[in-house]
């Protein structure tokens, strides 16, 4: 079983739709967890970063963690064609261990 | 805030040629650095990362190199490429600062061997 599972999609939705994208992981080590979004041909920026459980809300992003089910969400409001990208979940462990584990990514359109 | 810089932004190489890509960051002092390589349908793969001057950890064994002679530049070698070496390269640093050591990436070289 792989640390972190993500569905490559890819996922079309019209523009105005509420997106969901999900990240499942299997070691409970994980402590920290992020959302990237990465634009065709570039680098990854951060957008959502979340610790514990619970949910973070930034404008139209709400990232969603559940410790207990090892599972997180991104989800975003109101899409438009600009959110048009790749989305990776990823997971660290914290302390001395600099390292992420990084989701394959989902390939996400949003149509206008 | 830190900013992340790469060259050069693509690259096309005939197989067997050296390689040498360039990474400085900009904005924070003795920052983890790291190098990624993605490929298309495979993620990102760490390929080395370095917590200080001179100090290279490799994550998978390969035909690249890593150095680190600055506090905030990053470079990742190749003596002889090999078509399989083709992808997207990323530089990222983290400050390694209390429990998020979060991740910023630089835009990427884009590595195409023939």
């Known amino acids: 079983q792989k640390e972190v599972e993500q569905d490559p999609g890819p996922l079309s939705v019209p523009e105005g739709a509420i997106v969901s994208l999900n990240c499942t992981y299997s070691n409970s080590a994980f402590q920290y967890f992020m959302w990237y979004r990465q634009y065709s041909r570039k680098g990854p920026e951060l957008l959502m970063y979340t610790y514990s459980s619970g949910n973070k809300e930034d404008g139209r992003f709400t990232a969603q963690v559940d410790k207990s089910s090892k599972y997180i969400s991104l989800f975003i409001r109101d899409s438009q064609p600009s959110d048009s990208a790749t989305y990776l979940c990823a997971m660290g462990k914290g302390g001395s261990n600099y390292k992420l584990t990084f989701g394959k990514g989902t390939l996400l359109t949003v149509n206008p | 805030s830190q900013t992340i810089h790469q060259w050069p932004a693509t690259l096309v190489q005939p197989v067997g040629s050296p390689l040498s890509l360039e990474c400085t960051v900009e904005?924070?002092?003795?920052?983890?650095l790291y190098w990624y390589r993605q490929a298309a349908g495979r993620g990102l793969q760490l390929l080395f990362y370095?917590?200080?001057?001179?100090?290279i950890s490799s994550e998978v064994p390969q035909n690249l190199s890593a150095s680190r002679p600055q506090d905030r530049q990053f470079i990742l070698s190749s003596k002889k490429l090999l078509l399989s070496d083709s992808g997207f390269y990323l530089c990222?640093?983290?400050?390694?600062?209390?429990?998020?050591?979060?991740?910023?990436f630089g835009p990427g070289t884009r590595l195409t061997v023939l």
């Open positions: 370095s917590v200080g001057i001179g100090q």
């Open positions: 904005g924070t002092s003795n920052p983890n």
């Open positions: 990222a640093c983290s400050t390694g600062t209390g429990h998020s050591d979060t991740q910023y």
